[in-house]
């Protein structure tokens, strides 16, 4: 089955500077990739998602690249505020008949004023 | 508009006992997908409904856990003989079809003692 391993654990950045989360899978059928943003309490807000058909995302500060050959896929978050420090949760789901998400482990950011 | 709710937020129960927790997707949503999160990981896949048939429970740990969706609409999902092992947050998500975007509820946070 698919395997999703997520990169850094933790990361903190300077208020204003870029961060950068890292996902790799393992099953070449897999098409869609969400990112998810997760607060304290609360159940896990569909940020940003990509297709298997395309590259490269953005939503203003927000970005996702896929490399399909590599399989590995990112988020990309620009002029970083104290307001995205939350933990983030890639996934990737199959082809048809397998509708489920498997997550990466989790990237809590701390974005420091 | 309304999204995913789920009741009860918190529920604290002793080892052996049945639990039933509510999920109440967005309406109009066919699918809906129950996930198991574990302190510090990432959302684990349990079981997939569309419509009123469950289409996918290969995440079931095992026969102690059992969902249903009579009418296509709210899912309950059912745990016997509680173990303490049990114990994480439980997420209910829905989508408009099976290729949709997922979105989550609150969850509902169990503890076994």
């Known amino acids: 089955g698919e395997n999703v391993e997520q990169h850094p654990s933790t990361l903190s950045v300077q208020e204003g500077d870029s961060a950068v989360i890292k996902c790799t899978y393992s099953?070449?059928?897999?098409?869609?990739f969400p990112w998810y943003k997760q607060e304290l309490g609360k159940g896990p807000q569909l940020i940003i998602d990509i297709r298997s058909n395309v590259g490269e995302k953005k939503d203003q500060r927000i970005a996702v690249t896929l490399n399909k050959t590599a399989k590995h896929f990112s988020l990309h978050i620009t002029e970083t505020q104290p307001e995205d420090s939350a933990v983030y949760f890639c996934?990737?789901?199959?082809?048809?008949?397998?509708?489920?998400?498997?997550f990466g482990q989790g990237t809590r950011l701390t974005i420091n004023p | 508009g309304a999204g995913v709710s789920q009741t009860p937020s918190n529920k604290v129960t002793e080892k052996g006992k049945y639990v039933e927790l509510r999920c109440d997707p967005i309406s109009g949503h066919t699918a809906l997908y129950w996930y198991r999160q574990s302190l510090g990981q990432g959302p684990e896949f349990l079981i997939y409904f569309q419509g009123t048939g469950a289409a996918d429970d290969s995440g079931l740990p095992n026969d102690r856990f059992f969902a249903v969706r009579p009418e296509g609409s709210v899912s309950t999902l059912k745990i016997q003989r509680t173990e303490r092992g049990d114990s994480a947050v439980y997420l209910c998500?829905?989508?408009?079809?099976?290729?949709?975007?997922?979105?989550f509820g609150p969850g509902t946070r169990l503890t076994v003692l």
């Open positions: 099953d070449s059928a897999s098409n869609y």
């Open positions: 996934a990737a789901r199959t082809g048809e008949g397998a509708q489920k998400l498997v």
């Open positions: 998500a829905s989508s408009l079809n099976r290729a949709g975007e997922q979105f």
